[in-house]
């Protein structure tokens, strides 16, 4: 088995813009988002809030759930959203 992984999903507000993403680190990578360190997308659409997240024991097994995640359409990724945190809290402090 491998190192472990994360997929998640930041946005800049409820309802807002979404970026989904994985990592093996998800303190490190929601502080970098938090931040604005990280050049791109997310730093551009203002995707700070830590909304969703999913670990797993495996980092390539977290990628290809972000690849499957990639191809959903938006009132998915918002569904699950909804279910896990209905309040669009940021999670990053549970971390």
């Not at 997310?42 to 670990?55: D, M, N, Q, T």
């Not at 972000?66 to 971390?95: C, F, G, Y």
Request: charged share 30%; hydrophobic share 35%; proline share 2%.
């Amino acid at each position: 088995m491998g190192k472990s992984g994360y997929v998640y999903l930041m946005a800049n507000r409820r309802n807002g813009t979404l970026y989904l993403g994985v990592t093996s680190n998800l303190p490190q990578r929601a502080y970098q988002h938090r931040g604005g360190l990280i050049d791109g997308f997310s730093k551009k659409h203002g995707c700070k809030r830590l909304v969703w997240f999913e670990a797993f024991d495996d980092l390539n097994m977290a990628r290809e759930r972000e690849r499957q995640m990639k191809k959903w359409k938006r009132n998915w990724k918002l569904r699950v959203i909804e279910e896990h945190n209905p309040r669009w809290r940021d999670l990053s402090a549970t971390l």
